[in-house]
């Protein structure tokens, strides 16, 4: 497994916080469950998911991703509610269609 550097962690989480600041500009973040959690609306306690970074990855996960439309495949988890993305560079954001994702987190926690 290779070791995620801290810069390419750092560059990951800028680039999931600016889809997020651009489909909701009013998130707000929370440190939990060693990570950060998202709150969609500033005085919510809702969460649509969070960002945690590990060792070899950055994951993404949402809350209620087994109600997501994904005709590629590309969630992971087999939980009854949650599932997340995997990024090992900032690249696979955009490649994974996080965006979209987290529109669907948006609009089915919503």
């Known amino acids: 497994m290779t070791t995620l550097t801290v810069a390419e962690a750092e560059a990951i989480d800028a680039a999931l ?3 997020v600041a651009d489909l909701a500009p009013d ?3 929370l440190p939990k469950y060693g990570g950060v959690v998202i709150a969609p609306e500033p005085d919510s306690d809702r969460f649509i998911g ?3 970074v590990y060792t070899g990855h950055v994951s993404l996960e949402f809350s209620e991703g ?3 439309d994904d005709p590629a495949g590309r969630l992971q988890g087999k939980g009854k509610a949650r599932r ?3 990024f ?3 690249a696979d954001v955009a490649a ?3 965006r979209g994702f987290l529109a669907q987190a948006l ?4």
């Not at 609009?107 to 919503?110: A, K, P």
């Open 17 to 19: 916080r600016l889809i």
């Open 27 to 29: 998130a707000r973040y």
């Open 50 to 52: 969070g960002i945690f």
């Open 66 to 68: 087994a109600r997501f």
């Open 84 to 86: 997340h993305l995997k």
């Open 88 to 90: 090992r560079t900032s």
């Open 96 to 98: 994974q269609d996080t």
């Open 107 to 110: 609009s089915v926690s919503g």
